[in-house]
């Protein structure tokens, strides 16, 4: 095995331990691999995009498959003899000790635990849906939750928008940039004020509050939306606005801070206010869900986590 970088903690099992191996986990990684450090991935192999059959806007990958993206990241990963992944396992508490931290991994009938000097947290965020009758047999094939990543696909049809968050306005303005046929739909909750239904209404963009019955399609393909008043309007695919929380619950005793919606709140760096805590991608303070920006992330912070091992400021 490739020896510890200087200034990085040998006793300890591991220079850096990634909690999640998404994106962000798996580019910071493979910079932290190149940079000679001893690196522990964990990966419960849970992606939020797993219904996703395509992803979008990764330079040189895009349309690949999100699952396709990840093998490609650990085959290059195994070329790295101080790179670890292990997939399927969880994290089950994360606690800090002098100088590290430690962490009780495994599955539930086996854990271990193993020690590191700094922790990425790359976890990435937990999702929930409106709850809408028959809505995951849609999601991922003709229901999206990003505009960015897959309203190219669905422009100029006749879409739909789903969700019941206050943000629900803003986000159809959004999508109205690549239709200009959309009918947001708060499935009875009071999501859109008054004064935003007839801002929406002056730009094309309907509201329906009444709560939706059923969804109609055949094989992911999204056909038409059936209303509580017998309404059964025509559209062609379109988004919904999930609610989206942080997993954090393995953390024992440490309570890094966190904003008004529970994402992890860091520096421009990716440092949290817990001494060798760090964050990347969605689970960090929040910012445009894609692929690209995630990895993005990862490696950033990665330099950043080198050049704090060594106490060289950063400029990043």
């Not at 849609?138 to 100029?156: I, N, P, R, T, V």
């Amino acid at each position: 095995m490739t020896s510890p970088a200087p200034g990085m903690n040998e006793r300890a099992d591991y220079d850096v331990l990634i909690v999640g191996g998404g994106p962000a986990g798996l580019s910071a990684a493979l910079n932290l691999g190149r940079a000679l450090a001893r690196v522990l991935v964990i990966d419960a192999d849970r992606p939020r995009n797993a219904a996703t059959l395509r992803s979008h806007g990764f330079l040189t990958r895009d349309g690949i498959p999100p699952q396709e993206l990840r093998r490609l990241a650990r085959d290059e990963l195994a070329a790295y003899p101080n790179v670890e992944v292990r997939s399927r396992t969880r994290v089950a508490a994360l606690r800090s000790t002098t100088g590290g931290f430690a962490a009780d991994i495994g599955r539930r009938e086996a854990e271990t635990t193993v020690t590191a000097r700094a922790v990425l947290l790359a976890t990435g965020l937990r999702e929930t849906l409106p709850d809408v009758p028959n809505l995951r047999g849609y999601y991922g094939m003709s229901l999206f939750s990003c505009a960015a990543c897959d309203a190219w696909e669905l422009q100029g049809r006749h879409l739909a928008l789903i969700g019941e968050t206050p943000d629900i306005a803003d986000r159809a303005r959004l999508i109205g940039r690549w239709t200009e046929s959309l009918i947001v739909f708060t499935h009875g909750a009071d999501a859109v004020t008054a004064e935003e239904e007839v801002e929406l209404a002056a730009v094309g963009i309907a509201v329906r509050r009444d709560p939706i019955v059923e969804l109609v399609g055949e094989r992911g393909r999204l056909e038409a939306i059936r209303l509580a008043d017998g309404t059964e309007l025509t559209v062609d695919g379109g988004f919904v606005r999930p609610e989206w929380e942080s997993t954090l619950s393995f953390l024992d005793g440490i309570t890094p801070a966190l904003d008004d919606a529970g994402h992890l709140l860091t520096d421009r760096s990716g440092r949290t206010d817990v001494p060798g805590l760090y964050a990347a991608g969605d689970a960090a303070a929040p910012g445009p869900q894609q692929l690209i920006v995630a990895a993005g992330a990862g490696a950033r912070v990665a330099a950043v986590i080198v050049h704090d091992s060594v106490g060289v400021a950063t400029a990043h």
